[in-house]
């Protein structure tokens, strides 16, 4: 059933795929927790602009985006909006809307311009360079390992700005220090990954598990599965039935919200007879929503759902 995991190329995507799903999962807590959904959206595309920009200069990807990308970081943690007219996201959406727009620019004038537009926009992990796969998972460990040191202060700063507590002292300093490992691990899983995968694992198994559980510990432990879950059968979708494996994950984390909203949207309806309406509705949905063509083979190694 899983033959796909005979193939080395497969069982790398795996392993760069969840260690992208852990820490990106682990990291999103904190990046929804603090209501900066925008921020990674917004580091992710300036990080892919740097990428573009190297394309279209002909130098080093890895420097240039992560130079745009600590830039990027510096210049969000140190954002203060004082008018109450306006928020934060609007500013950062600001800095995506832009830097989404250059990147196409910067990729148009590539020779390859369709080609760089869709591995920006959702990696290519299937034909990764194992040394390139090792460097991630050298930066991701460091991450890890910071997040292992200082993790209650992290949470702390979280639970004052989700709760909109004033500052405490030395939460400039760590506030930065978050937005730059945010930002290393960005920039490396973008390279894998792409984009909208990235944001997707960021964003969508933290809200999942917040729909499912309140105790901190709860939330990490259902965020981190439903990221590895949604690793797994995505890659195994992108291998049966031939399709791109950054979109196919994508898709499984979708599915996996879907169940989130499922649940939430029942325990809204006390009443039986409501929760069997509202189930009943979901069902109905489900059936009447297109079901994609069956694929005529299985992928072959040489050429699995090229993104």
Not at 71 to 78: L, M, Q, R, T
Not at 146 to 165: E, I, P
Not at 209 to 222: G, M
């Amino acid at each position: 059933m899983f033959e796909w995991l005979q193939h080395d190329f497969m069982l790398q995507a795996l392993v760069a795929c969840s260690a992208m799903a852990l820490l990106l999962a682990y990291l999103g807590i904190h990046v929804v927790g603090r209501g900066i959904v925008f921020v990674d959206l917004g580091l992710g595309q300036i990080s892919s602009m740097g990428v573009a920009y190297a394309l279209y200069a002909g130098k080093d990807p890895v420097f240039w985006s992560m130079l745009f990308t600590l830039v990027g970081a510096a210049v969000f943690s140190a954002l203060r909006v004082e008018d109450e007219r306006l928020r934060l996201e609007a500013v950062i959406g600001i800095f995506y809307a832009v830097s989404s727009a250059l990147t196409v620019l910067l990729i148009a004038r590539t020779p390859h311009g369709d080609s760089d537009i869709q591995d920006v926009l959702f990696g290519n992990v299937l034909a990764q360079d194992p040394g390139a796969v090792r460097s991630m998972l050298i930066v991701f460990a460091l991450v890890a390992a910071v997040h292992l040191l200082l993790g209650r202060r992290f949470f702390a700063l979280t639970y004052r700005k989700g709760s909109g507590s004033g500052a405490a002292p030395g939460d400039h300093l760590m506030n930065f220090v978050f937005y730059l490992l945010l930002a290393f691990a960005i920039v490396f899983a973008i390279r894998a990954g792409g984009v909208i995968p990235v944001f997707a694992f960021l964003i969508i198994p933290p809200v999942g598990a917040l729909v499912f559980a309140r105790r901190t510990w709860v939330v990490v432990v259902l965020a981190l599965g439903l990221s590895l879950v949604a690793t797994f059968f995505g890659l195994h979708l992108s291998y049966v039935e031939d399709l791109p494996a950054g979109a196919s994950i994508v898709a499984m984390l979708g599915l996996g919200g879907l169940v989130a909203g499922a649940w939430a949207l029942v325990r809204r309806f006390r009443r039986p007879g409501r929760a069997a309406a509202a189930l009943l509705l979901l069902g109905l949905a489900g059936g009447l929503a297109p079901r994609p063509a069956q694929a005529q083979g299985s992928a072959d190694p040489a050429g699995v759902a090229a993104e």
